[in-house]
Every structure is written in C-alpha cells, then in structure tokens.
T-cell receptor, first 114, second 112 residues
C-alpha cells in the first residue's frame, strides 16, 4: 500500500460548523504533514507531526486544530472557519522524516466555507 | 524566511527539451526537491538534490548549485502528459522532521 488516503474529498461548511478532515497512511511513515493550497498557488505548510508529536506549527490560526491519534492517522479539526479558508487541504507523509525531500501526498480535501 | 522564485509559465512542443529554473533565498537549506502536479491532482515527487550537480531520472534531470542558490529541472522528450505545474521545494530541517517550502510554481504547456 503506497497511498495516502484523505476523506472527505469535498466538504462544504458554514462558518459556525465544526468538521474534521481525515488522513490515513499504512506505509509506516513516521512524519505526516498538512498543507493548504489555493487555486494556482503552491502548497503552504500548516503542520508537521513527527512520531505522533506536533513538530512544526506554521503560525496557523487556532480555528485549525490538528490531531495525530496514532502513527497511521492524521486529523484536522475545523471550527469557526472563514470564507478565505476555502482551499484544497493536502495531507502528506514521508518515509524518513523528509530527509530525502520526498513527500507522499494524498489527493486532498477540497473545502468550501460559506 | 523562505523565498523561491520560478517562471510562471513555460510552453514547449512535444519532443522538445525544456528547463524550469528555481532561485531561492532561505534561512536554512538542506536540499531542493521537485514536484509535478496535474490539475486536480496531488503533487508527486520527481527528484531531490542535496549536493551540487546533476541528478538524472529517466527523462527528467535536476541540477543544483548551492553557491548560486539556484536549481533547475530539465525535461527531455516532452510528452503531452507532461503538461502540469512544476514546483521546486526547499528542504529545511527543523526539530525532528524536515520542512518543505514550495516555490511559486511553473505551469508547463506542451503543444503539438
């Protein structure tokens, strides 16, 4: 299994809703990442987990709350989002903590905030 | 902070060779990666350079000059399926995991 699986693929939510994005990998990778990508822009790093502990938080607003329940799962909890948070949210994992510059990306969850 | 610049668009004909440049200014540098992303798809890893020089992987090659803070991706024998966005990404090591910061991206259009 060489996939990173993200659910849901599409999500529409209101500004008062609470929702979660889920990411799963079974490749034994010990680093997992959340990136945000706006249309025609590069992916922007949000969070990095290493050995299930939060290693990097790129000053992301608290309305985004990451969670790593175990080495295969990564969640992103969403609450009180703004319309400008509408974007593609990409999850990624790396086999060697990213030391060879290689990340495996999922297909993303496309989020629309109304 | 990190700053990576790429040309926004490149057009080339099928069968040709194209070079996509990347210049960077970073506070920490461990290596330069290249990713391909088709519209609506996930970024996929192409190559990584930690040391100066050329790395070749099939039709794709990547070059790095650390002293010039410069790298490029070379695509040979272009095919229509190579039409995609290409991103360079700087690897910076922070804590126990690496951090990849992506460049502005280059949209490659391959024509007949």
């Amino acid at each position: 299994d060489t996939e990173v699986t993200q659910t849901p693929k599409h999500l529409v939510m209101g500004m008062t809703n609470k929702k979660s994005l889920k990411c799963e990998q079974h490749m034994g990778h010990r680093a997992m990442y959340w990136y945000k990508q706006k249309a025609k822009k590069p992916p922007e790093l949000m969070f990095v987990y290493s050995y299930e502990k939060l290693s990097i938080n790129e000053s992301v607003p608290s309305r985004f709350s990451p969670e790593c329940p175990n080495s295969s799962l990564l969640n992103l909890h969403l609450h009180a989002l703004q319309p400008e948070d509408s974007a593609l949210y990409l999850c990624a994992s790396s086999p060697d903590l990213g030391n060879t510059g290689e990340l495996f990306f999922g297909e993303g969850s496309r989020l629309t905030v109304l | 902070g990190q700053s990576l610049e790429q040309p926004s668009e490149v057009t080339a004909v099928e069968g040709a060779i194209v070079q996509i440049n990347c210049t960077y200014q970073t506070s920490g540098f461990y290596g330069l990666s290249w990713y391909q992303q088709h519209d609506g798809g996930a970024p996929t890893f192409l190559s990584y350079n930690a040391l100066d020089g050329l790395e070749e992987t099939g039709r794709f090659s990547s070059f790095l000059s650390r002293s010039d803070s410069y790298g490029y991706l070379l695509l040979q024998e272009l095919q229509m399926k190579d039409s995609a966005s290409y991103f360079c990404a700087v690897r910076d090591a922070t804590g126990t995991a690496s951090k990849l910061t992506f460049g502005t991206g280059t949209r490659l259009q391959v024509t007949l």
